[in-house]
Nanobody, 122 residues
Framework: QVQLVESGGGLVQAGGSLRLSCAVS????????LGWFRQAPGKEREFVAA????????YYADPVKGRFTISRDNAKNTVFLQMNSLKPEDTAVYYC???????????????WGQGTQVTVSS
């Protein structure tokens, strides 16, 4: 069983930064690919970023490239999403997700956290 708990969301002004964390409970954390997704009100959930089990490969959605950075600490079973230059359109509930070994940019991850709200004011 894999459990994920996000933290770090909040209210920030446009241009500001936030760092999301996701603590993952898994027996073999380093074998899991981790992703961040978000869902804005009235919209479908969308891919944000993903990182391979080793951390050597990362993928980003076009709207966040150059502003967001995904990273992981396998010693602490944690994945991070550093969000800089935030825009009002980044406002959403952010979810972390895990799947075994194979990197994916689709929401075909079997394990999900409960989400954390990020609100960017203009």
């Amino acid at each position: 069983q894999v459990q994920l708990v996000e933290s770090g969301g909040g209210l920030v002004q446009a241009g500001g930064s936030l760092r999301l964390s996701c603590a993952v409970s898994a027996r073999t954390f380093s074998s899991y690919v981790l992703g961040w997704f978000r869902q804005a009100p009235g919209k479908e959930r969308e891919f944000v970023a993903a990182i391979s089990w080793s951390g050597g490969t990362t993928y980003y959605a076009d709207p966040v490239k150059g502003r967001f950075t995904i990273s992981r600490d396998n010693a602490k079973n944690t994945v991070f999403l550093q969000m800089n230059s935030l825009k009002p359109e980044d406002t959403a509930v952010y979810y972390c997700a895990a799947r075994f070994l194979v990197l994916s940019v689709r929401d075909d991850y079997p394990y999900w956290g409960q989400g954390t709200q990020v609100t960017v004011s203009s």
